[in-house]
Nanobody
Framework: QVQLVESGGGLVQPGGSLRLSCAAS????????MGWYRQAPGKQRELVAT???????NYADSVKGRFTISRDNTKNTVYLQMNGLRPEDTAVYYC??????????????WGQGTLVTVSS
């Protein structure tokens, strides 16, 4: 199967920066889309940013110009650089990967989540 390990969350002051990482491992043949979602307390999970295998990116309007998603295909890793953080960015951030396994199965895999808290 495929496993995801996230890292990089934490506490940061408003205006600060954090970089999230998500590494995929396991029986991977290829990875198609990769993305980040977040869920704030009392709210539904929402899309933050996605990146295709070709590098095409998509962002939620609320993070455009502040967040940058990127990927390293040699490491099966996706990153989220978050600048200009605001208190409303506080949430648990989840990595999402669309993978094809060595057995030819198409899987959608979620990370365990990493907490980002923006507060003074």
């Amino acid at each position: 199967q495929v496993q995801l390990v996230e890292s990089g969350g934490g506490l940061v002051q408003p205006g600060g920066s954090l970089r999230l990482s998500c590494a995929a491992s396991g029986s991977i043949f290829s990875i198609n889309g990769m993305g980040w979602y977040r869920q704030a307390p009392g709210k539904q999970r929402e899309l933050v940013a996605t990146i295709s295998s070709a590098g095409t990116t998509n962002y939620a309007d609320s993070v455009k110009g502040r967040f940058t998603i990127s990927r390293d295909n040699t490491k099966n890793t996706v990153y989220l650089q978050m600048n200009g953080l605001r208190p409303e960015d506080t949430a648990v951030y989840y990595c999402n990967v669309l993978a094809v396994t060595m057995a030819g199965r198409y899987l959608e895999v979620w990370g365990q989540g990493t907490l980002v808290t923006v507060s003074s």
